[in-house]
């Protein structure tokens, strides 16, 4: 996966690239699709939701430039695959999911496996989770109509935020990088990328 998938695509980042190599990604993955946990695209996990093809993981995770003093907030837990790799960057990891049954399968996961600076919370992540805003850096695992406000309002000074938004093209999303610099808020626009909706309310 290293060698083959993530650093002939632009991923350069040495310590992206040792998180990405630390995490066992078939522990994340049903067990009927074990076999394939390390191939190039996303997997279904359940309740109609994927597990991010690893690259995208690995895009997203550099563009934040993550550092280990550093809290994160994840928006869209799913398996707890991109918290786990978040994880191993940063000194904490919020990752709200709005299905109760993937946030349960996920927490169970991540503490099986002993990733203890993680907490998995249950709720609508369109509002963020203000209880231990701001957030330093932000990844967005669905995609939005627009940048919920709520999410600009936790982005701490210097903050970065990974998120994709719809693109008003059909089934076409644009992947957001937006940081919080002297107050302003700055967007780029990065790559296009294909999520699974984010669902706004609960
Ligand atoms: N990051 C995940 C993949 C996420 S798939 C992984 O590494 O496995 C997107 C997830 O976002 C789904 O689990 C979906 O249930 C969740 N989701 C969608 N809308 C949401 C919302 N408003 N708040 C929190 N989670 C949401």
Known sequence: MIE?????NGVTDERVLRAMAEVPREEFVPPEVRDLAYEDHPLEIGAGQTISQPLIVAWMTQAVRPEPDEVGLEVGAGSGYQAAVLSRLVRKVITVER????????????????YANVEVVTGDGTLGWPAEAPYSVILVAAAARR?????????????????????????????????????????EVLFPVRFVPLIEGS
């Open 99 to 114: 299905e109760p049954e993937l946030a349960a399968r996920a927490a169970e996961t991540l503490r099986r496996l002993g």
């Open 4 to 8: 083959e998938q993530l650093r002939p």
């Open 147 to 187: 940048v919920p406000p709520a999410l600009i309002d936790q982005l701490a000074e210097g903050g970065r935020m990974a998120i994709p938004v719809e693109s008003g093209r059909r089934e076409l999303q644009e992947l957001l990088l937006i940081r919080r610099r002297d107050g302003r808020i700055f967007s």
